[in-house]
């Protein structure tokens, strides 16, 4: 194994390799495209900067400005259509006028996918928020690409199913933003990817046409799968409009808690004990470091373990099982505890077990809010990599070593450097809160953490996509011959380039 230092040693920081996407070769939008998008949308779904919509510019700052307020557009109109038929007639103009389009779902992507790089068309697809059908016998959901999150899993809630994707930003994202994003979150361990539930897509191409794949079966080996190009395609290769999703049925019971540990190293064999008696009710294994779950706490999120709970911990665990039977699943979570604590050399100090609804929510709450925790922190540089579980720590610790090595490892520089993930996807959470973003700690940073990624050979992004944020880091982990294919794609499905160009592809 090699050690800490002798990594940060051999891995050199060469001036980053940024690729600076030109636009000029697109149309801004005109009041001449106004007056014709004014015939296709009410003027309730029209806000424009320009002569005659003259919105204030406050109130396209949601859409040109990221989540984590990093990237930042500059689009005079964003247009907000109700239907499929409404997406198609305004990309068809675009297309035949040559304006760059940025869709955008709820706009929490991480990675700058989701705002221009200039003055790109935003279309937000927040209008089209309508369940189409759900079966209850076979589960399956078709819905509008706008639907939230949070919403359909509301919906089936009420039908016995549950949405097989769950992630902490469910109340603002979109199932088509998740579904561009092939977003991964916290409950893939259990349900598997997009690329097994979404059955079906609908999706408006970049020359006007709509694509129906909307299907609603769980078998078609008909030929060429066109559906898995959109899904992770971020944007780039047409709109999403329509989903059809394999709803899994709802749990009867559910159980968590979160184990605290006394070092990182225990997590693995924790991993395989929990796996081991846990098996089929198994749903969650999700790993927060010591100072990511303090910060968690600083920031309000969820209810603080009791300080005898977390005295002693290096890190967190949380785990939950989903199952049918609740005497059967907390028999089975019980007699997991009890040989935890009862081993010789026990591999947690302690495990704090929900016992009410308000109890689980709350140890969720700590995991869910990490994220909103890191940017009430500061400015969170965030890198959501995959390397073998094993390197966990040693990801983290070979950065923060490498961020003190130089210099900027102080309050007004870098403040923390934490983990976080998913371990049953091999998915760590590397955030590194600064002060501010500065051109000098992105410089430390990369493509230092994309050299350190490669050498374990995981993946520059396993769940958050490339966005605009990774176009240049993308040949760490895709050949060239990979990313050739990829451009021969992109040029197939949309030669003039409009569909959120300068991001995914150098
Ligand atoms: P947006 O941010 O609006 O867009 C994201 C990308 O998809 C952009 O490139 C955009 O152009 C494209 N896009 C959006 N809608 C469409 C459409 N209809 N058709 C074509 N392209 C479209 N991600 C995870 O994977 N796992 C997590 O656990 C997770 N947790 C998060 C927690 C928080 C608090 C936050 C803020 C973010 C989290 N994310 C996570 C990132 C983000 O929420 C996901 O990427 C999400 O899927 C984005 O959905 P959205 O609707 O907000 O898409
Ligand atoms: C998570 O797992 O919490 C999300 O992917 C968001 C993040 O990385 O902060
Ligand atoms: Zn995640």
New binding site residues.
């Given amino acids: 194994m090699l050690s800490t230092r002798y990594l940060a040693r051999r891995i050199s920081s060469r001036p980053v390799r940024r690729f600076t996407h030109s636009l000029s070769r697109y149309h801004s939008v005109s009041e001449n495209d106004l007056a014709h998008f004014s015939k296709i949308l009410p003027s309730s779904a029209i806000l424009s900067t320009l002569s005659p919509s003259s919105t204030a510019a406050s109130e396209l700052a949601p859409f040109n400005n990221d989540w984590m307020n990093k990237y930042h557009g500059k689009a005079t109109t964003v247009l907000k259509p109700r239907n499929t038929k409404e997406v198609s007639e305004i990309v068809k103009w675009c297309n035949d006028h040559r304006i760059a389009i940025v869709p955008q779902g709820g706009n929490t992507g991480?990675v700058g996918g989701s705002v221009p790089i200039g003055d790109e068309l935003i279309i937000n697809l927040a209008n089209m928020s309508s369940i189409r059908s759900f079966d209850d016998v076979s589960g399956i959901l078709v819905a509008d690409a706008g639907c939230i999150l949070q919403s359909l899993s509301d919906y089936l809630s009420g039908h016995n199913h549950v949405v097989p994707l769950d992630?902490?930003?469910k109340g603002s994202c979109h199932i088509g933003g998740n579904v561009s994003t092939n977003a991964?979150?916290?409950r893939l361990l259990r349900y598997g990817s997009l690329h097994g539930n979404v059955l079906g897509l609908e999706v408006v191409l970049p020359d006007g046409s709509i694509l129906d794949q909307l299907s609603t079966s769980r078998k078609d080996n008909t030929g060429y799968d066109l559906k898995q190009l959109f899904i992770g395609a971020e944007g780039t290769l047409g709109i999403v409009t329509g989903v059809s999703l394999l709803a899994a049925a709802a749990p009867q019971a559910s159980n968590n808690v979160m184990l605290a540990l006394p070092k990182f190293e225990n997590v693995l064999p924790l991993y395989r004990e929990v796996k081991r008696q846990l098996s089929e009710i198994l749903s969650a294994f999700?790993f927060i470091d010591r100072e990511a779950y303090d910060l968690a706490v600083k920031h309000g999120q969820g209810r603080a373990l009791d300080a005898a709970d977390v005295e002693g911990a290096a890190c967190f665990v949380l785990v939950e099982t989903s199952g049918s039977n609740r005497e059967h699943d907390e028999e089975k979570l019980n007699t997991l505890l009890t040989t935890l604590m009862e081993a010789d050399t026990p591999l947690i100090n302690t495990g704090v077990l929900a016992t009410s609804p308000a109890q689980f929510s709350s140890l969720w709450a700590i995991?869910?809010g990490?994220?909103e925790a890191?940017s009430k922190e500061g400015k969170?540089y965030?890198y959501?990599i995959s390397v073998p579980l094993d390197k966990f720590k040693e990801v983290v610790d070979i950065t923060r070593e490498h961020i003190r090595s130089k210099g900027l490892l102080h309050p007004d520089a870098v403040k923390h450097v934490v983990g976080?993930?998913?371990v049953g996807d091999s998915?760590l959470?590397l955030?590194i809160v600064a002060d501010a973003y500065t051109p000098e700690i992105e410089a430390a940073l990369e493509p230092f953490v994309y050299e350190l990624v490669s050498r374990y050979r995981g993946s520059v992004s396993a769940?958050?996509g490339i966005g605009v944020m990774k176009t240049h880091a993308l040949h760490y982990s895709k050949n060239a011959e990979s990313i050739e294919w990829m451009k021969r794609i992109k040029k197939l499905f949309d030669p003039n380039g409009i569909m959120n160009p300068g991001k995914v592809l150098p």
Wanted: charged share 25%; proline share 0%; hydrophobic share 30%.
């Fill in positions: 991480l992630l902490g930003a991964g979150g916290l999700e995991r869910e990490l994220t890191m969170a965030k959501d976080y993930g998913h998915n959470h955030n769940e958050h």
